[in-house]
């Protein structure tokens, strides 16, 4: 990720820092959900990998909603492009299952008979395509009904997409990260050509801070203030 330059508005950079980061929040998420997948079909289901999962899961879920509803934000970026369009779009199955978890309390009184797990189901299916697996957590009431991948008789396999079920929405999250990835792209193109990104890449850093000499104030407790020029 690169460096911010030339723009004095200072809640435009905050507004594109955050969306910055919530993508890069989202991404990691997302490439973690893949690889304990993975590690489930090679390995078996376990307690630790199936929560591993759900959280990361939902952990996608409010990342993808802060980066998509952020970018409707920034002032200057054009709303024409489909890129933009479809990563709009996409919110409100993301806003759905964040509110579901957000109100718990509240959306558990109208969940049908036949509704999910409450912390949801997670489906993908198998390296070839043959097989559609679902994990999940938590007691399974009487009536429960899971759904398996939708399964393409054209091509004579389940669609290789992650989908996660709960309540009475669904999240393809496969599909959500190609969507908010293009309009990542998007916003990228948009900094550059408007040159807004420095050739320096982003980075961390630490404030070390030496000790302050004893009787320096009359004040037991002492904080340094340091500002940005």
């Known amino acids: 990720m690169r460096q911010l330059q030339n723009i004095t508005d200072r809640k435009l950079i905050f507004r594109i820092g955050y969306v910055r980061a919530a993508f890069s929040s989202m991404s990691r998420s997302f490439k973690r959900l893949r690889e304990t997948l993975e590690m489930v079909e090679k390995t078996g289901v376990t307690i630790g990998l199936t929560m591993a999962?759900?959280?990361?899961?939902?952990?996608?879920?409010?990342?993808?909603?802060?980066?998509?509803?952020?970018?409707?934000?920034?002032k200057g970026l054009k709303h024409?492009?489909?890129?933009?369009?479809?990563?709009?779009?996409?919110?409100?199955?993301?806003?759905?299952?964040?509110?579901?978890t957000q109100h718990l309390d509240s959306e558990l009184m109208d969940l049908p008979e036949t509704s999910y797990p409450v912390l949801?189901?997670?489906?993908?299916?198998?390296?070839?395509g043959q097989c559609s697996l679902t994990i999940s957590l938590g007691a399974l009431p009487t009536g429960t009904e899971i759904h398996s991948l939708p399964f393409d008789q054209n091509t004579g396999a389940y669609v290789p997409n992650i989908i996660l079920n709960a309540g009475n929405f669904s999240v393809d999250i496969s599909r959500s990260m190609a969507v908010q990835s293009k309009c990542h792209d998007y916003l990228e193109e948009w900094l550059l050509s408007s040159d807004m990104l420095s050739s320096d890449d982003l980075g961390a850093f630490i404030l070390?801070?030496?000790?302050?000499?004893?009787?320096?104030?009359?004040?037991?407790?002492?904080?340094?203030?340091?500002?940005?020029?």
């Open 120 to 128: 949801g189901v997670i489906s993908w299916s198998s390296d070839n």
């Open 80 to 100: 024409s492009d489909p890129r933009f369009k479809l990563a709009q779009r996409d919110i409100i199955q993301l806003e759905k299952a964040r509110n579901y």
């Open 208 to 229: 070390s801070i030496p000790k302050i000499s004893a009787g320096v104030s009359k004040k037991r407790y002492q904080r340094l203030l340091m500002k940005v020029q």
């Open 53 to 74: 999962a759900l959280d990361d899961a939902w952990l996608y879920i409010d990342h993808a909603f802060r980066f998509a509803k952020g970018v409707g934000q920034i």
